[in-house]
């Protein structure tokens, strides 16, 4: 490849390299390519390794997350819940992860497309979109998970469905101009030249810089909000065993401070391997000139942020007990009428749930909310609520 056999060089005394014999140039300049050709650095067993996994990764990504999407959609209740709206904008953006970001991927370190600036960085930007607004979904998720643990007799009235919407549409505008700044006009004014990014191609640093810190803050947020739910489910737990006594050992049932360690232990181990290795590329690119072996690397730990989309609708829908039933009946009356064409099928087509009252927090997994019915599993707020009561003496 043109303009890469040198190898790459950050010391002080590599910066002092001679021109035409007097001029001091920087080995920047040595480094600077003609096309993106520079950025294909893949060798054909990294290709082969990587690209199966976006083979399998992507479709099984969009078809998941697609499912999570209709399902909410064609169930009337789960789409007045404002968890569930937070679910299907972090699907929505999982379904955009799974499009863009193979498509692109693979046109570029496989198949090796040659776009221009423009076709380029329309392309990055709707990478770009896709993770951000997957991680500015988490952010909702775990924001509602607070309220509902935090606020828990309020939740109804501080988080309701409007503000629901409205959250979510503030997430995605900002999303999208913060994604396509570059199309726009951020871009590196020296096009594939130093100081341009080595990661990125016609990125300038100062933007890279600032993505990167955006992220940065939202998973802070993240961590901080499990983490104050955490805080409060134990000192609930506490205080109930102190009112209460202990359980007697047959009867006991593990608390909901340690299942909740367990599910959101989960949760961020899965967030931060992911994303960690990859923003740490970021922030090296910004800082200092990375080698080829860590461009190859930073090639393989991109797509974990691609393997993190396909595992949130584990972690954040399909395990939520509600949404399972409506998928299951969803299937069913799918079955029923393709058994029986003949039937006639009148009123609403929306898949209906006995789900309670419109804008309660029950979103959460089952290991998040203890069964205080035998038949059905409560939602942390309910938890909250019923402990409440019985602290009161009602």
Same mark, same amino acid.
């Given at each position: 490849?043109?303009?890469?056999?040198?190898?790459?060089?950050?010391?002080?005394?590599?910066?002092?390299?001679?021109?035409?014999?007097?001029?001091?140039?920087?080995?920047?300049?040595?480094?600077?390519?003609?096309?993106?050709?520079?950025?294909?650095?893949?060798?054909?067993? /990294?290709?082969?390794?990587?690209?199966?996994?976006?083979?399998?990764?992507?479709?099984?990504?969009?078809? /998941?997350?697609?499912?999570?999407?209709?399902?909410?959609?064609?169930?009337?209740?789960?789409?007045?819940?404002?968890?569930?709206?937070?679910?299907?904008?972090?699907?929505?953006?999982?379904?955009?992860?799974?499009?863009?970001?193979?498509?692109?991927?693979?046109?570029?370190?496989?198949?090796?497309?040659?776009?221009?600036?423009?076709?380029?960085?329309?392309?990055?930007?709707?990478?770009?979109?896709?993770?951000?607004?997957?991680?500015?979904?988490?952010?909702?998720?775990?924001?509602?998970?607070?309220?509902?643990?935090?606020?828990?007799?309020?939740?109804?009235?501080?988080?309701?469905?409007?503000?629901?919407?409205?959250?979510?549409?503030?997430?995605?505008?900002?999303?999208?101009?913060?994604?396509?700044?570059?199309?726009? #006009?951020?871009?590196?004014?020296?096009?594939?030249?130093?100081?341009?990014?080595?990661?990125?191609?016609?990125?300038?640093?100062?933007?890279?810089?600032?993505?990167?810190?955006?992220?940065?803050?939202?998973?802070?947020?993240?961590?901080?909000?499990?983490?104050?739910?955490?805080?409060?489910?134990?000192?609930?737990?506490?205080?109930?065993?102190?009112?209460?006594?202990?359980?007697?050992?047959?009867?006991?049932?593990?608390?909901?401070?340690?299942?909740?360690?367990?599910?959101?232990?989960?949760?961020?181990?899965?967030?931060?391997?992911?994303?960690?290795?990859?923003?740490?590329?970021?922030?090296?690119?910004?800082?200092?000139?990375?080698?080829?072996?860590?461009?190859?690397?930073?090639?393989?730990?991109?797509?974990?942020?691609?393997?993190?989309?396909?595992?949130?609708?584990?972690?954040?829908?399909?395990?939520?007990?509600?949404?399972?039933?409506?998928?299951?009946?969803?299937?069913?009356?799918?079955? /029923?009428?393709? #058994?029986?064409?003949?039937?006639?099928?009148?009123?609403?087509?929306?898949?209906?749930?006995?789900?309670?009252? #419109?804008?309660?927090?029950?979103?959460?997994?089952?290991?998040?909310?203890?069964?205080?019915?035998?038949?059905?599993?409560?939602?942390?707020? /309910?938890?909250?609520?019923?402990?409440?009561?019985?602290?009161? #003496?009602?």
């Amino acid at each position: 490849m043109d303009g890469w056999d040198e190898p790459v060089g950050s010391s002080v005394g590599a910066m002092m390299s001679k021109d035409n014999g007097s001029t001091p140039t920087s080995p920047l300049v040595n480094r600077s390519c003609a096309d993106l050709k520079c950025y294909m650095v893949l060798f054909e067993a /990294e290709k082969t390794a990587i690209g199966s996994i976006c083979f399998l990764a992507g479709p099984f990504t969009f078809l /998941e997350n697609a499912l999570v999407l209709g399902v909410i959609a064609a169930t009337a209740a789960l789409r007045q819940r404002p968890s569930y709206l937070f679910i299907g904008s972090l699907a929505l953006a999982d379904v955009f992860a799974s499009c863009f970001f193979t498509t692109s991927f693979l046109d570029f370190h496989l198949f090796h497309r040659l776009d221009g600036p423009i076709a380029y960085l329309f392309k990055l930007g709707g990478v770009t979109m896709a993770f951000t607004g997957s991680v500015g979904s988490l952010l909702l998720t775990a924001l509602d998970r607070y309220l509902c643990i935090h606020q828990a007799s309020s939740y109804k009235v501080v988080l309701t469905r409007r503000r629901a919407l409205l959250a979510i549409l503030a997430l995605w505008s900002a999303t999208i101009l913060i994604s396509f700044l570059p199309l726009m #006009g951020w871009r590196c004014p020296t096009g594939l030249s130093p100081p341009c990014s080595w990661l990125f191609p016609y990125i300038d640093h100062r933007y890279l810089a600032c993505w990167v810190s955006f992220i940065l803050v939202l998973l802070s947020l993240i961590l901080g909000a499990y983490a104050l739910i955490l805080w409060r489910a134990n000192r609930h737990e506490a205080s109930m065993t102190g009112l209460q006594g202990a359980p007697t050992g047959g009867q006991a049932r593990m608390r909901l401070d340690i299942r909740l360690a367990r599910t959101l232990g989960l949760i961020l181990l899965i967030m931060v391997g992911c994303w960690l290795p990859t923003l740490s590329f970021m922030l090296a690119d910004v800082s200092v000139q990375l080698t080829h072996a860590q461009q190859r690397a930073f090639a393989f730990c991109s797509t974990m942020c691609l393997v993190n989309s396909a595992v949130n609708p584990l972690l954040y829908a399909l395990r939520c007990r509600e949404l399972r039933v409506a998928l299951m009946r969803l299937l069913e009356g799918l079955s /029923e009428g393709l #058994g029986c064409c003949q039937r006639h099928v009148g009123g609403d087509s929306t898949t209906t749930l006995p789900l309670g009252e #419109g804008n309660s927090c029950s979103a959460h997994s089952e290991s998040e909310a203890p069964r205080l019915v035998s038949c059905q599993p409560n939602t942390v707020s /309910e938890m909250v609520g019923k402990q409440q009561l019985d602290m009161t #003496g009602k």
